[in-house]
């Protein structure tokens, strides 16, 4: 049995091409890709964070590269999201929150992106329209009125355990609609 903990390669046994076809994507689109999400998240690490997290999926995603029409769209949108998923993970911290909103006021006032944003909205309250009525209830009292599993629960009259599988589902769906949606 081969000892993998000293293969550090990408590189695959059966299609040896394969790293040389990503390197060659990586460097094409990486740089434009990382500005755009430095720009969107105005940090340097979040930036080199979601770029990781766009070509892993790319890479995870290869036996489908087949199937992506137009590869520099396909990566402009998943950073896009990428970008959209740590947004709603920073909103629950305020203080993040503010800090990003105030440094993106510049860019939120460019006509694309406000037509980006309010379509990625309407698809994301599409999502949320869609979910059953009280994993719905759950995640906007989460999400808008910022409460957390124990404050919902006592609310709502049901366990944490309960709320919590209810919201890890309702972002299940949402996800998955919204990337549904975006194909």
Not at 64 to 86: G, Q, S
Request: proline fraction near 2%; glycine fraction near 2%.
């Amino acid at each position: 049995m081969q000892d993998r903990s000293k293969n550090t390669s990408f590189s695959s046994n059966k299609d040896p091409d394969r790293e040389a076809s990503f390197t060659a994507i990586f460097r094409e689109h990486e740089y434009k890709l990382y500005m755009l999400a430095l720009r969107l998240t105005k940090s340097d690490q979040y930036a080199k964070d979601i770029i990781q997290e766009v070509f892993l999926k790319l890479w995870t995603q290869w036996d489908r590269i087949h199937e992506i029409e137009n590869m520099e769209a396909w990566l402009y949108r998943l950073t896009e999201n990428k970008v959209v998923d740590f947004l709603r993970k920073v909103s629950a911290d305020t203080r993040l929150k503010q800090a990003i909103w105030h440094n993106l006021h510049e860019i939120i006032n460019e006509p694309q992106v406000q037509v980006e944003a309010k379509e990625c909205n309407q698809i994301i309250q599409k999502a949320i329209d869609q979910l059953p009525p009280q994993r719905r209830i759950i995640y906007r009292l989460n999400r808008e009125r910022g409460m957390n599993y124990r404050e919902i629960a006592g609310e709502l009259h049901l366990s944490r355990h309960t709320v919590k599988n209810q919201l890890s589902s309702a972002l299940r769906s949402i996800r998955s609609f919204v990337t549904n949606s975006m194909k």
